[in-house]
């Protein structure tokens, strides 16, 4: 059974950063990508980022390039997602969520199979 566990999350201000953590267990290899979403009261899901496990590539939303990277530790079965620079419009529920063989190209925020429960990122201004 995969279980995704997101953590990091908080309250920041406008400008700063944060480190938001997923651990997932019960993958049975690396042949996943994972993949950050994130959603707004009232807005619908965004998927921000993606990173291959097996190569490491990654993918980006065009509203977080340059301020958002995403990276893995495949030993411990975590990604990350560095947000820096944050606004407002950042204010979000953040998800992690892993597709089996899936890679980060074209649609890559499709067909995602487990999801975690969310972190809850508040920037204020």
């Known amino acids: 059974q995969v279980q995704m566990v997101e953590s990091g999350g908080g309250a920041v201000q406008a400008g700063g950063s944060l480190r938001l953590s997923c651990t997932a267990s019960?993958?049975?290899?690396?042949?996943?990508?994972m993949g950050w979403f994130r959603q707004a009261p009232g807005k619908e899901r965004e998927g921000v980022a993606c990173?291959?496990?097996?190569?490491?590539?990654?993918a980006y939303a065009d509203s977080v390039k340059g301020r958002f990277t995403v990276s893995r530790d495949n030993g411990k079965k975590t990604v990350y997602l560095q947000v820096n620079s944050l606004k407002s419009e950042d204010t979000a529920m953040y998800y992690c969520a892993a597709k089996p063989s899936g890679y980060c190209i074209g649609s890559w925020q499709r067909n995602y199979v487990y999801w975690g429960q969310g972190t809850q990122v508040t920037v204020s201004s």
């Open positions: 019960g993958l049975t290899s690396d042949d996943y990508s």
């Open positions: 990173i291959r496990l097996r190569s490491g590539s990654t």
